[in-house]
């Protein structure tokens, strides 16, 4: 009797641990850390005149090194941002003052202040929110474990307005430096074309 009860518990046993193994490729999300939710799919929407970006790094071996990517990614979206917004206020400069687009005096000193206005609004951005995920993998060697790392930022248009100020001020004092009066007067424009204009729209929430 005692060595039929040992068979059958050796036989559910075996039963269970085919049952509990899982096929190669199988990924198991097994820890959430940070304040995760809908933003990691769905970027909010702007609102009260603050824009958000969200980075994202999939796959990462480790979490400090994914959250750096997903720092780097959303410091992109920013920086197309303000690539876009920037070009606008030039183009609405340089047509209000007859300029060509390929104006020597004023080029190389547009260039240089986009860059600058482009580092200082990703370094002006705000961290809002982070969420790290944690998976489990099967693969042919065993078991592996990656991370999803997101993370939101924003910034206001008052901040992004008082930043712009900043900067243009001081690619206007490197131009007076130069004497170069056209691109002081023209960079100028563009620092009041930014502080006029409604830059953050608000959008419609479906």
């Known amino acids: 009797m005692k060595v039929k009860v040992v068979g059958m518990v050796a036989v559910l046993g075996l039963v269970f641990s085919c049952a509990a193994k899982k096929p190669i490729g199988t990924q198991t999300l097994i820890q959430k850390k940070g304040e995760c939710g809908d933003w990691i799919y ?5 609102k009260d005149g603050i824009a958000y970006f969200r980075g994202a790094k999939t796959g ?7 959250l750096n990517d997903a720092r780097m990614h959303a410091a992109q979206q920013v920086a197309e941002m303000v ?14 003052y007859g300029i060509p687009k390929d104006d020597k005096d004023i080029g190389s000193v547009v260039r240089d202040a986009f860059i ?3 580092d200082a609004i990703v370094q002006g951005v705000k961290e809002v929110k982070s969420c790290v995920e944690k998976y489990e993998e099967i693969t042919h060697e ?3 474990y990656f991370f999803n790392v997101y993370t939101l930022v924003s910034i206001s ?3 992004y307005k008082r930043i712009a100020a900043r900067v243009f001020e001081k ?12 691109a002081e007067k023209f960079l100028d424009k563009m620092r009041e074309e930014v502080q006029q204009r409604r830059m953050f729209k608000e959008e419609e929430i479906e």
């Open 157 to 159: 248009e008052d901040d």
């Open 60 to 66: 990462a071996v480790s979490e400090e090194g994914g």
């Open 171 to 182: 690619e206007m004092e490197k131009a007076r430096a130069m004497k170069n009066e056209k």
């Open 142 to 144: 065993g078991v592996r």
């Open 42 to 46: 769905s970027i909010p929407k702007t």
């Open 116 to 118: 600058a206005l482009s």
């Open 83 to 96: 690539k876009t917004e920037a070009n606008v206020d030039y183009e609405r400069a340089r047509v209000e």
